[in-house]
């Protein structure tokens, strides 16, 4: 079984910074790519980004390029997402997840573990 548990969520002020992150456990953690997702109010589920098994390729939705940095420890089964120049529309719950596979997908479908999420709220 796998189990990944988020934290660093919180209120934050437009322009700020949070870091996010992601504790795992479980057999195959270093040899599969994770995610981050974040579903706000009223919205569907949208990938946010990812990174591959190594750490050495990153997947990043467009809205959140160069403003969000994902990256991991296999050594601490962490994940972290670290988030600047926070926007009001940055404001969802975020998911972690576990992929399938070492590809860092956008897909939701390529991850088959996920945690329970964190809230993160910008105020303008």
């Known amino acids: 079984q796998v189990q990944l548990v988020e934290s660093g969520g919180g209120s934050v002020q437009a322009g700020g910074s949070l870091r996010l992150s992601c504790a795992a456990s479980g057999r195959t953690f270093s040899s599969n790519a994770m995610g981050w997702f974040r579903q706000a109010p009223g919205k569907e589920r949208e990938f946010v980004a990812a990174i591959d098994w190594s750490g050495g390729y990153t997947n990043y939705a467009d809205s959140v390029k160069g403003r969000f940095t994902i990256s991991r420890d296999n050594a601490k089964n962490t994940v972290y997402l670290q988030m600047n120049s926070l926007k009001p529309e940055d404001t969802a719950v975020y998911y972690c997840?576990?992929?399938?596979?070492?590809?860092?997908?956008?897909?939701?479908?390529?991850?088959?573990?996920w945690g329970q999420g964190t809230q993160v709220t910008v105020s303008s």
């Open positions: 997840a576990k992929g399938r596979s070492s590809y860092p997908s956008g897909n939701p479908s390529a991850y088959d573990y």
